[in-house]
């Protein structure tokens, strides 16, 4: 069975500096997806990002990358000029691509707080 | 689109009594889950679905029932509530198939305390 792990409970970061978030997960599969999602206090799980393991190149959507090393099996978030509406929970979580076997696993989550 | 949509938002059962929370999504997506978020824990999957007519169970089953009679809906059952299944509920779908898929969309979740 897959895991995934956070080992960051909680992390801080001044108004508009960077902040990496880290994750690693354990599989015996070679095909797979990665996922970063927030909770803010709505409780709403918003997608953040999204990578797929057979690409070699990081994902990023604005101001939020990621660095994929598959051979470590990490996947850390990294947050650009952090902003207020940032603050939130952040969970990683793991699919394969497997058929028949496609279920999300989630981290425990990193609480992120922004400091104004 | 609604997305993903949950019922109730909030709940309270006593110990014993039996519940049903709904979910419904008009996204034609095939599949969908149940998860439950304990406090300042990750989420764990109860039950999926891969399509109508077909469920299986995930993590943590027990306690718990479901049935997918259409592509829209997906509620999940407790019968003879527990403390220990205090926690919020979501339900997800996402789109898996040959050359397309798309992530999980969530619903709002269902806050349900048991005493």
């Known amino acids: 069975a897959q895991t995934v792990t956070q080992s960051q409970p909680e992390m801080s970061v001044q108004e508009a500096e960077t902040v990496t978030l880290s994750c690693t997960y354990d599989?015996?599969?070679?095909?797979?997806?990665l996922f970063w999602y927030k909770q803010p206090p709505s409780r709403q799980m918003i997608l953040v990002i999204r990578?797929?393991?057979?690409?070699?190149q990081n994902a990023t959507e604005n101001r939020f990358s990621v660095n994929f090393q598959k051979a470590a099996k990490s996947f850390s978030l990294k947050i650009s000029d952090s902003q207020l509406g940032d603050a939130a929970m952040y969970f990683c979580?793991?699919?394969?691509?497997?058929?028949?076997?496609?279920?999300?696993?989630f981290g425990t989550g990193t609480r992120l707080t922004i400091i104004p | 689109n609604a997305g993903v949509t949950q019922t109730p938002k909030f709940r309270i059962l006593k110990i014993g009594q039996s519940m049903t929370l709904q979910c419904t999504q008009d996204?034609?997506?095939?599949?969908m889950y149940w998860y439950r978020q304990d406090p300042g824990m990750g989420l764990k999957l109860i039950y999926y679905?891969?399509?109508?007519?077909?469920?299986d169970k995930g993590e943590v089953p027990n306690g718990y029932n479901v049935s997918r009679s259409t592509t829209e809906d997906f509620p999940l059952r407790l019968e003879l509530a527990a403390p220990s299944q205090t926690s919020v509920y979501f339900c997800?779908?996402?789109?898996?198939?040959?050359?397309?898929?798309?992530?999980?969309?969530f619903g709002n979740g269902t806050r349900l305390t048991v005493t």
């Open positions: 997800a779908s996402s789109y898996l198939g040959q050359g397309a898929d798309s992530p999980l969309h």
């Open positions: 599989t015996s599969e070679s095909d797979y997806y």
């Open positions: 990578q797929e393991a057979y690409k070699q």
């Open positions: 979580a793991y699919r394969s691509a497997n058929f028949g076997n496609e279920k999300l696993t």
């Open positions: 996204m034609n997506h095939n599949y």
């Open positions: 679905s891969v399509g109508a007519g077909i469920t």
